[in-house]
């Protein structure tokens, strides 16, 4: 059970635990742990690493830029087409840490062995669509997105210190008093 997304990312789903608690027995908190379990089994099936969200991916503009674009699963969104394209971006796989850490962590090294680590941390994303790659197994997006990075510290952040962004923010009382709803 869970509630759709228009395009199946994690990010549309996850990115709200950065700073906002999830309650046990919730919709929301089921929805959560649909979307990570459903995008778990989606790599599992392609026998690839899972965490498809919005990134970069192997196409380029005139200037040669990577290209940007949201990525889902369909299994959790609307929009057709979603399974057309199969590019893991680490981020999500660090938006899962609050719920399914060491499956997380073992799709960090996954990752990892397939070229996503770089000087400066995980790179943007993986692309292993096969209309743009060849005859490649994948193709990594050498970059670095700022609020992709920054999305992956605050996981972190959250999941080695009891969750404190979500306890920073509801500690004003202005939010506090959202909590019930």
Not at 13 to 20: A, D, F, G, K, V
Request: with cysteine; charged share 20%.
């Amino acid at each position: 059970k869970a509630l759709v997304s228009w395009g199946g990312t994690m990010f549309e789903y996850l990115m709200p635990l950065l700073t906002m608690p999830t309650f046990d027995y919730t919709l929301l908190d089921e929805t959560y742990r649909t979307v990570i379990t459903a995008q778990r089994a989606w790599g599992e099936r392609n026998r690839l690493p899972w965490g498809v969200s919005e990134s970069a991916f192997y196409a380029f503009d005139p200037a040669m830029f990577y290209q940007y674009k949201a990525f889902g699963i369909q299994e959790i969104g609307l929009k057709r087409g979603l399974n057309d394209d199969y590019i893991v971006a680490p981020y999500a796989t660090a938006l899962a840490f609050d719920l399914f850490p060491a499956e997380a962590v073992k799709n960090i090294y996954y990752l990892a062995d397939e070229g996503a680590m770089g000087e400066y941390g995980l790179y943007d994303a993986i692309d292993y669509t096969r209309s743009r790659i060849g005859k490649e197994k994948s193709a990594v997006i050498y970059t670095y997105m700022a609020h992709h990075q920054g999305m992956i510290v605050m996981a972190l952040i959250n999941c080695l210190n009891d969750k404190i962004m979500q306890k920073r923010l509801f500690s004003y009382p202005f939010m506090k008093a959202c909590e019930m709803l």
